[in-house]
């Protein structure tokens, strides 16, 4: 950076929450003063990548810089997101930037979650095809266009978090509730036209707990970085259950 | 046993030991389709991932995975794909490799789509396929194919996560978010497993195996700009460096021709596929005049050089006529918005256009290593006797990009990188399956053998002093892209072969000021480094070495491609620093072998 001239540059007060369990201290928020070309809209993952190289003990994951992988889901300024895809311009509030780990799961190591919880309940809704229809080596099991379209809004999660750690519901029963991500998979499976487990899926999700603890608070749409919509996906799921039980 | 302050030294006596029948390193989309393999045939397998499975980079794969399945043409044929990719390759792709690829793929794709690949489709309900580079029809007489298999535009995303969900239903055991270090050989030269740490809690394990498959996918981080993800640091290539075993083709990078001016994140090659096209600052649509009959579809070192040369001779666009624009808007909103969703997404994002209405600024971006650790078709990794005959290295494998099967050769074609992650992930996995049923006799490592392995991760951890190694990275990914970047010439790349060296030195020399053992991000990027050193000498030392211009390997001081001296694989150890040659294969089993030809597009 030191080939930009000065009048280019802008100072970014950052603010990291640092945690680090074999220390014995508290969590607390560290202030880094971040110079960033003026011209350029960089990204939170940008800036967090020229804090590290002030102190490179600072933690957190990334991988694809680019919304794909679904690593680096943040707290950025209050709000879960990307740190890859969430423009400065879009987080910053007063020229000050707090970037903090999602909420509600467990803190290994500065801004980087114990995601064991979200992938369990993931896992507890069999995210996998299953089907009896002929499955023959040498072709597709059909499908139409309009059918293979129910899938779109659904099968694009990159399992970030950002979700399920906005959700009230989550946090209060996180072992009960299987949160939006798990549910956007859920329904995934049920919409699937090649899938013939609806049935199974269903009856398994039919206690007081695993999906009518969602009461459309809706965090989870205003965060998913990729525009999905979970608290519907979730509807749908409400809806078959009830006309199930009818 | 952490890994704490006291940066104290790990030897074989205090290390723990956890013993597979198989390990996989890497849980890309070749790491995982192998563990699959294995989880189905009731091995007891381990992925060692360094980031949770579906964070691994084949999730970026945008535009598709090309294959002949006759779906959008019924008399499409696996032969006609064959020619193309040993076409694309230059002509040195080995054809017994291209043939098992191209003729096996169906059964791979189908398979992929039983197990739930959401893939986009036809009006028949069939699976979808689009046009892409370099792609024909009879042999090069019929015109452009349509072969490439897409779920939209996030093929590899749904590759990967239905890679990951049958893994989860097959039982698989991940290590993830586990960093492997190095390989442990025995006295007989046999890879016995891999030194590798769990992240989290920084504890250093042996993970003992039979059957160690690297699977660790490209390194197109040696470079400043790449479409590569941040953990394509060449981990498995390092491994197989430092252990003594060669690498193939390491001089072959290729450069997507549509990276994000300034960003070097990619829209995929289906953009051209369903249409667009490339323009200069005149609007020129310059491809026709360097490629009259495949125009912006010929293949990607073709396209890429055309780009650079439009820049080289003034007819960039933007203030600093640096870049080129890749036209979508003609084809509409419906079309871009529904066929490439993601590509929409990302060039609001990162280049501020909507391509339904601008086109997009883009350059050529690092983007895919045709190189690696040469294996035959059974990810069977092998070196080379003395005599220049191949030696299969027992209890070795490596799959997908890592790997140099040797499909792709000099320029690899869109779409082909998945095929190769599928078929031969798949085919390792069943190569190791039979060799257990077989029956596997190996000897166990010496304690020298395995502090022999240690001796990188001890050295990271006791470092008191040395260099900073952000900015050794920092300074080897500059040389790279300056020295050896799309036009190469002989002084360039033997300044850059010094600064390499120059920094090779420092990279054994590097400081780890944190020697934290949770979650220590620094320890793992330090490794990394001693990773991208290897990968950008071979690449360096290799690329002097080829004195002809050959697919994506383009010297101004020798423009021609020499069939008579170079139709053949360049083999670099990293011991001798020494490049030596390889036949490349004309055996192909069911059909005769395509002899070179020029090659125009």
């Known amino acids: 950076m030191n080939a930009i001239a000065a009048s280019e540059i802008k100072t970014l007060r950052l603010s990291i929450y640092r945690y680090d369990p074999l220390k014995q201290e508290k969590p607390y928020m560290q202030d880094f003063d971040i110079d960033i070309p003026a011209e350029k809209d960089l990204m939170v993952l940008d800036v967090l990548m020229l804090a590290k190289e002030q102190d490179p003990s600072i933690s957190f994951r990334r991988s694809c810089r680019e919304g794909v992988c679904g690593s680096d889901g943040l707290n950025i300024n209050g709000k879960n997101g990307l740190g890859c895809i969430t423009p400065l311009s879009d987080a910053i509030k007063s020229n000050k930037l707090s970037i903090r780990p999602l909420p509600g799961l467990p803190v290994i190591k500065d801004l980087i979650v114990d995601m064991k919880q979200f992938v369990d309940q993931y896992k507890k809704v069999k995210p996998y095809l299953i089907t009896d229809k002929k499955v023959d080596t040498r072709e597709a099991i059909p499908q139409t266009i309009e059918e293979r379209e129910k899938l779109d809004g659904l099968y694009e999660c990159i399992m970030c978090g950002c979700c399920s750690t906005a959700c009230p519901s989550f946090w209060w029963n996180p072992d009960k509730f299987l949160g939006p991500a798990a549910l956007l998979q859920a329904y995934r499976f049920i919409a699937d036209s090649r899938d013939t487990a609806t049935e199974e899926r269903l009856e398994q999700l039919e206690d007081a707990f695993s999906v009518f603890r969602c009461h459309g608070i809706m965090n989870c749409v205003s965060v998913c970085p990729k525009g999905l919509n979970p608290t519907k996906a979730i509807g749908e799921i409400k809806k078959m259950l009830v006309k199930r039980a009818l | ?601």
């Not at chain 2, 691994?56 to 794969?61: K, M």
């Open chain 2, 1 to 601: 046993m952490a890994m704490n302050g006291k940066g104290t030294l790990l030897d074989a006596s205090t290390l723990p030991v956890k013993e597979f029948d198989g390990i996989i390193v890497g849980g890309g989309g070749s790491g995982m389709m192998a563990s699959l393999q294995l989880a189905k045939s009731g091995m007891n397998t381990a992925v060692v991932s360094k980031v949770f499975p579906t964070r691994s980079h084949t999730v970026s794969a945008q535009g598709g995975i090309t294959c002949s399945i006759q779906s959008a043409d019924p008399d499409d044929d696996w032969r006609w794909h064959m020619f193309d990719t040993v076409k694309g390759s230059d002509f040195i792709g080995d054809q017994d490799s291209i043939e098992y690829m191209c003729k096996e793929g169906p059964e791979a794709i189908f398979e992929l789509e039983n197990m739930g690949l959401p893939f986009s489709r036809t009006e028949e309900g069939k699976i979808y396929q689009r046009a892409f580079g370099g792609q024909s029809k009879d042999y090069g007489k019929g015109g452009q194919a349509e072969r490439t298999c897409a779920a939209a535009d996030r093929t590899g995303h749904a590759l990967l996560h239905t890679l990951f969900q049958a893994n989860v239903k097959a039982g698989t055991n991940f290590l993830s978010e586990w960093f492997a270090v190095d390989l442990v050989k025995n006295q007989n030269d046999q890879v016995v497993g891999v030194i590798a740490f769990e992240i989290e809690s920084g504890e250093p394990y042996f993970l003992k195996s039979k059957a160690t498959v690297l699977a660790t996918g490209g390194a197109g981080r040696i470079y400043q700009t790449t479409s590569n993800a941040l953990i394509n640091t060449g981990d498995g290539t390092g491994m197989a460096l430092r252990a003594g075993f060669p690498v193939q083709d390491m001089e072959m990078w290729q450069f997507h021709p549509t990276g994000i001016h300034g960003h070097g994140t990619l829209v995929t090659e289906g953009c051209r596929g369903e249409g667009g096209y490339l323009v200069n600052k005149d609007g020129e649509r310059f491809m026709e005049r360097y490629a009259p009959n495949y125009k912006d579809l010929a293949s990607r070192d073709v396209v890429a050089r055309s780009m650079f040369t439009e820049i080289l001779e003034g007819r960039g666009c933007g203030p600093d006529a640096d870049h080129v624009y890749l036209k979508l808007d003609h084809l509409g909103p419906e079309i871009v918005h529904k066929r490439l969703p993601g590509v929409t997404e990302l060039s609001k994002r990162f280049a501020h256009v909507d391509p339904a209405e601008h086109p997009i600024p883009v350059v050529p971006t690092c983007h895919y290593a045709m190189g690696g650790i040469p294996t035959n078709v059974h990810g069977q990794v092998i070196s080379q006797n003395p005599d220049g005959t191949d030696k299969i290295i027992d209890g070795l494998y490596a799959a997908g990009e890592a790997a140099c099967v040797s499909v792709h050769g000099g320029n690899r074609l869109g779409g082909n990188s998945l095929l190769d992650l599928i078929v031969f992930g798949r085919s390792a996995g069943l190569h190791i399956e039979e060799s257990f049923k077989a029956g596997i006799k190996m000897d166990d490592p010496s304690s020298d053998d395995v502090d022999y392995a240690l001796r990188n991760l001890n050295r990271v951890n006791v470092s008191q002093s040395g260099e900073n190694f952000v900015e050794v990275k920092k300074d080897l990914q500059k040389t790279m892209q300056m020295n050896f970047g799309v036009f190469r010439t002989e002084e360039l790349m033997e300044n850059g072969i010094k600064e390499v060296s120059d920094l090779r030195d420092k990279s054994q020399n590097i400081h780890l000021a944190d020697k934290s053992s949770q979650f220590n991000t620094a320890r793992v990027e330090a490794l990394e480094l001693l990773n991208l050193i290897e990968v950008a000498e071979a690449t360096a030392i290799s690329a002097n070495e080829r004195k002809e211009s050959r697919g994506a390997h383009s010297r101004e001081d020798y423009p021609d491609r020499d069939d008579e001296n170079w139709l053949k694989h360049s083999i670099y150890f990293s011991d001798t620093k020494q490049v030596s040659k390889r036949d490349v294969n004309f055996r192909p089993k069911q059909v005769q072998a395509f002899q070179p030809i020029v090659r125009t597009y």
